[in-house]
């Protein structure tokens, strides 16, 4: 599997953690339960470590619903930078760890891993067809 762990192949990997530009040092996670299909109902997790991001995860999962601690997943996108703007700017900033449980998705597939043009809603994938 090549590029970014969210699926989307044209996530490419970059390094901007790597190259020390991003200085919260916050990752991007999906957390999402193991008895639904990320795609179907995922948020956006930005922590410094899995073990942190997953506890968004298990909050997520028991508003949900019956959430357990096993049941919550969460997993590495890497490589999907452009899913920084959807973070809260200030908590970015900050380095405060924290969950978007609601993301800005596109309005065809209804998918939230790529880019998406903020004045049309579509992500780049959809605008090309
Ligand atoms: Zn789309």
């Not at 996670?29 to 990320?38: E, H, I, L």
């Not at 959430?67 to 703007?85: F, I, K, M, Q």
């Amino acid at each position: 599997m090549s590029g970014c762990a969210c699926g989307f192949n044209s996530c490419l990997p970059s390094n901007l953690i790597k190259e020390g530009k991003m200085k919260h040092g916050l990752k991007i996670y999906m957390g999402y339960s193991y008895f639904d299909s990320p795609e179907s109902g995922a948020a956006i997790i930005f922590a410094h470590t899995a073990k942190e991001a997953k506890q968004f995860s298990f909050a997520l999962n028991q508003d949900w619903g019956d959430g357990e601690w096993t049941d919550s997943a969460v997993r590495l996108l890497s490589g999907c930078d452009h899913l920084y703007e959807q973070a809260d700017q200030k908590m970015l900033a900050d380095g405060i760890a924290h969950m978007v449980d609601h993301p800005v998705v596109c309005s065809v597939c209804e998918l939230w891993g790529l880019p998406i043009d903020p004045k049309t809603r579509i992500c780049v994938n959809c605008s090309e067809e």
